[in-house]
């Protein structure tokens, strides 16, 4: 059984239960994804969206696959063993995975900050604001512990790039399932921008 699809973020929205209390949602869009590599017996390579051109190695080998779209991306997923196999090039739609009710973990690449400073990347609360603090708001303080050991331990909170790194979110609910428009609603917020890829699984 297939538990995981690959799907784009599209917008972030609010909604309302039939008895009135709001939600936030998040529609993504889950287009058919194609059997482009059989990896192992449980284990496949899918391709999603749709993209002009691919490197001559890939469009090789989705000619040996039998299929004529060009995704623009390939990932792999795994499934039940002792399932049906999966073909070269068939299809894999929402409807074949996700209902109604069913509770999915997202995982997706955050949106990069760049460069912060320790007040935004930690949390921290700064320095005092008055008493002759100065310029010095939003320094952390200090960063080691003296003579011994004589230097700053491993892992210490300090100012760095903020975002761009894998975030997964348990517990989400499927609010609605659109397979017309390839579309699947989901309570909560995703971490990423739109357009990105997002990684869905559902809990079995």
Same mark, same amino acid.
């Given at each position: ?21 709001? +939600?936030? @949602? ?6 058919? =994804?194609?059997?482009?590599? !059989? %990896?192992?017996?449980?284990?496949? /390579?899918?391709?999603i969206g ?26 792999? +997923?795994? @499934? ?6 999966? =073909?070269?090039?068939?299809? !894999? %739609?929402?409807?074949?995975?996700? /209902? ?63 975002g761009g ?35 869905i699984s559902?809990?079995?």
């Amino acid at each position: 059984m297939i538990t995981t699809l690959f799907g784009f973020k599209k917008d972030q929205m609010r909604l309302f239960t039939d008895n009135g209390t709001q +939600i936030v @949602a998040t529609k993504i869009l889950v287009e058919p =994804s194609i059997v482009t590599r !059989i %990896v192992t017996n449980n284990r496949y /390579q899918l391709g999603i969206g749709q993209a002009k051109y691919l490197p001559k190695p890939q469009e090789e080998q989705l000619k040996k696959a039998g299929v004529h779209k060009k995704p623009r991306f390939f990932r792999e +997923i795994e @499934a039940e063993e002792d399932e049906q196999p999966l =073909s070269l090039g068939s299809e !894999i %739609v929402i409807s074949d995975v996700f /209902q109604v009710g069913d509770m999915v973990t997202v995982t997706g690449v955050s949106k990069g900050k760049g460069f912060a400073g320790v007040v935004r990347r930690h949390g921290f609360a700064g320095g005092p604001k008055t008493h002759g603090q100065g310029d010095h708001w939003r320094a952390p303080g200090s960063i080691g512990s003296g003579t011994t050991p004589g230097r700053v331990y491993k892992g210490k909170r300090m100012a760095g790039r903020l975002g761009g790194e894998t975030v997964t979110i348990k517990g989400l609910r499927v609010i609605a399932v659109d397979a017309n428009n390839h579309t699947l609603t989901i309570s909560g917020l995703i971490p990423g921008a739109r357009g990105g890829v997002v990684k869905i699984s559902k809990i079995i």
